[in-house]
């Protein structure tokens, strides 16, 4: 089905003031006008794709404001209103005293066909969570999934529907969400209550969320996949680590935790004592990626990505888009990663310790000076058939250059950083060389595995008799796996300083 749009634009325009909406609707690139910004005191500017227009050199006054607050619908607690039987949206700038001092007037569409990239996946009736950067249409293709699995495959979908943004304002929803039921809710802070009221009063077969953002939403959303009904949510966060690394939503994919392993348990696995483990099984078993409104990165078994990740390896992951005939191409990613095994002699590891390394798409100086400060015994060649390992990143990876497609049909090794940064290339360094322990066990030591090793050895001290230790200072989720480790041993923690240097000192209670 090819994308056809839907945006009642002239319900959009007649909101403003003629001094706003002529120049407007003059304007060559109306039909793809993204949002109108009011601000007190400045001139009116429209915002398109690639540019934004200065409307009127006449600054926005009060009745401006005055008149386009008039022509929606009420604001709710969380600023936003709409326009009635459509997908508007309008958010309110409020001064101390709650006056509206600006509008971002956002212009909402309704596209159908946008969930073709997914449609086998939301068929299988497992539980799906949607991720991307602001704007990328997230919850548009959420819209979509709901009409799809109401109208094509008769399910029984109900949308709990925060701010109004998938079925639009007022008490008629919006026609693009077909024959889904749409439940409003009051306030932001209860979004929570109507989930689990949705699934114990209507008994639906799909319940549908937008920015499941807190806590309390994440758990009402293992309740509601425990109880059999299928999920499609969107979450904040652009990739499955950003899920991991935010200990508010982590609980969506299995949740985190730090577990101290015995001495032989730890010698088995080939790993230190103090590591990371998912604590449960994901609420939502595929996380889809959204990187533009066309490509996707599919992670299709959660709880097995989420582990490798845990784990300092790269997980496979399914990249798909849409080709100039609107056909769906799918290509599997399977980055190459090195496992922790046990040497058999100094010598093997040792004659496997250097590389030639041929860099595509990596900053050459960043990773030179990584290379130094690790003291790699690597050589970086300028010349692909010189190299044994391509190290290219994900971005580039995921576009299948020239290059990359020569060193796949050589069968050469390619390891993918997930970012182009001193931790990821220190951590791919970490997997080239390991540090053999006094077990003879070869591990591999990045800087997370580094500061729960800190904690533990800080608990021991004190265990011991050392009256407090200070760490080195963290981010906020690392300290939050620091104090788990101090409270497991039934120690006190706390945490002081500022960001970035605020750190967790362990002591006895």
Known sequence: MPKVTSDDLNAFL??????????LCQHDDINHLLEVILDLGRPPE??????????????????????????????????????????HRISAIRNRQGRIIGLTC??????FGTMKIIEDLIQSGKSVLLLGRPGVGKTTMLREVARVLADDFNKRVIIVDTSNEIAGDGDIPHPAIGHARRMQVKTPTRQHDVMIEAVENHMPEVIVIDEIGTELEAKAARTIAERGVQLVGTAHGNTLENLIMNPTLSDLIGGIQSVTLGDEEAKRRGTQKSILERAAPPTFDIVVEIQDRDRVAIHPDVGQAVDAVLRAQLASTETRW????????????????????????????????????????????????VVKETQGDVDIVGNLDDADLLVTSKSHYRRKPQKIREAEAANMPIYVLRSNTPA???QFLNTLYP??????????IDSLQTALNEAQQAVNMVINGQSEIELSPQTAYIRRLQHLIAERNKLSSKSSGREPQRRVRIFKG
Do not use: W
């Open 46 to 87: 429209a915002r398109f794709p690639y540019c934004e227009a200065v409307l009127n050199p006449n600054e926005v006054t009060e009745a401006d404001i005055d008149h386009v607050s008039s022509g929606v619908g009420t604001f709710g607690d969380d600023n936003r209103a709409g326009i009635e039987r459509t997908l």
């Open 14 to 23: 007649d909101i403003f003031p003629p001094h706003i909406r002529q120049p």
């Open 106 to 111: 956002r212009v909402g569409r309704a596209v």
């Open 322 to 369: 849409l080709d100039e005939t609107g056909e769906v191409k799918i290509e599997h990613a399977v980055p190459v990663s090195t496992t922790r095994k046990r040497a058999k002699d100094k010598e093997a590891v040792k004659g496997n310790n250097h590389h030639k390394l041929y860099l595509f798409g990596v900053n050459r100086g960043r990773f030179e000076q």
């Open 435 to 444: 540090i053999e322990n006094a077990s003879g066990m070869v591990e591999r």
């Open 424 to 426: 990821q290339i220190r």
